[in-house]
């Protein structure tokens, strides 16, 4: 399976700037197809959704494109694909929407592994009704979250389980299926945060089990927005507040206001970007997209062992990505060194690794690194080896100084 970084990164406008980009778990740049369909949308008629002016014809095409496409990346049935603003929203209207049902004394299981977005909105959610919110630890020498950290906690009163599939942090991908079971056998919902994991990974809801899953385009070149899938069975039997007038339909009842179809545009562009980054016989997107994330599995995982090769070879570096199943995401720390002086280092020399803990506050804390976190070196697939050459040869001149 061929798979050129060179051919790729040649179609991403802001690389030609000369930055190594080490923040993509904070959201990738944007490729030329993306912008085009953005700029397509834009200069064609658009009116609100109808059948009749060409404005309506070509925003209910969008629309219909968007949930198929979003459909096709997560495994999903386009009628249970959701727009929202962002992930944190949709997951907070969620939250407050299964909550209504919730009486005090249900509980709820949030993972400290967690993008705090997938941990707030639910504690918020079960204080307001009574309910008990209950922590699944992951091991912070390890970083792994088994399934029986949740598995323990479940009781008759568990209504949702919140876990990440994949930590924004330090990478661990959680065994999702196998917590799914265990979530499931107790009655309870299960809510995933595949924000990182769809970045790098192929995600099929019903692999996972997952009954709610989020993620965000712009973490794989897409526009910024949140998607939310879930079987159009399950959101028929909820009732969010929406206007009067508004469709009750699934899934437009979750979905407020006028969709913005030129972010739709884009998000459609970037899962047909993706699902032609490998060679395939395939026909079907959905499998041309699984071609896809094999061959950038395969990239990423060759680029991390070289940058692990390298890093941690450097005298006083501490990581934290040491899950046995990850992304290609380190956390890194310098003895006696602030991480944040590592990041400006890096940045006068065009190579750009945030340092923070990345709204992955209670992971941060769990890991003995308070609300300062670390140094993040998030690959993305248009990385390629000199991009790590630059980064480990200017980590170790900023050792030295």
């Not at 395939?282 to 995982?301: C, S, V």
């Not at 992304?327 to 006696?336: A, G, I, M, S, V």
């Amino acid at each position: 399976m061929t798979y050129d970084v060179h051919a790729l990164r040649a179609q991403f406008p802001a690389l030609r700037a000369g930055v190594a980009h080490f923040d993509g778990p904070g959201g990738t740049q944007t490729p030329t197809p993306v912008i085009e369909a953005i700029a397509g949308a834009l200069g064609s008629p658009l009116s609100v959704r109808g059948t009749v002016a060409p404005g309506e014809i070509n925003a209910e095409r969008i629309v219909g494109d968007f949930r198929g496409a979003m459909a096709d990346l997560l495994g999903a049935d386009p009628a249970g694909i959701v727009f929202g603003r962002s992930a944190t929203q949709l997951t907070y209207d969620l939250a407050r929407t299964l909550a209504a049902g919730w009486t005090a004394g249900d509980e709820v299981i949030v993972s400290r592994l967690d993008h705090d977005a997938n941990i707030r909105p639910w504690i918020q959610a079960a204080e307001r009704v009574g309910a008990v919110v209950r922590w699944a630890e992951f091991d912070p020498a390890t970083g792994e979250l088994p399934p029986e950290a949740v598995g323990t906690l479940l009781t008759p009163r568990t209504r949702l389980v919140a876990v990440t599939g994949a930590s924004n942090l330090i990478g661990t991908r959680p065994d999702i299926p196998a917590i799914a079971s265990l979530v499931h056998e107790a009655g309870a919902l299960l809510h995933v945060d595949a924000v990182h994991l769809a970045a790098h990974a192929r995600v099929d809801v019903r692999d996972l089990g997952a009954d709610f899953t989020v993620c965000s385009p712009y973490k794989f070149f897409g526009p910024h927005h949140g998607v939310l899938a879930a079987d159009p069975a399950l959101l028929a039997t909820l009732r969010p507040d929406k206007l009067a007038p508004s469709s009750d339909a699934v899934p437009e009842r979750f979905e407020l206001g006028t969709l913005p179809y030129e972010a739709l545009a884009g998000s459609i562009a970037a899962v047909d970007f993706l699902a032609g980054l490998a060679p395939s016989r395939e026909n079907g997107r959905r499998d041309r997209l699984r071609a896809a994330y094999a061959a950038i599995e395969t990239h990423e995982d060759a680029l991390r062992k070289t940058a692990e090769d390298g890093l941690y070879a450097l005298d006083g570096v501490t990581a934290y990505s040491r899950a046995a199943a990850r992304t290609p995401t380190l956390l890194l720390t310098f003895r006696d060194r602030p991480a944040v002086d590592a990041y400006h280092f890096l940045g006068t020399l065009c190579v750009h690794a945030p340092a923070g803990s990345f709204y992955a506050l209670e992971a941060s804390r769990h890991l003995g690194l308070g609300d300062t976190g670390g140094l993040r070196v998030g690959l993305s697939p248009y990385n390629h080896a000199e991009d790590v050459e630059r980064l480990v040869a200017g980590l170790a001149t900023f050792l030295k100084n």
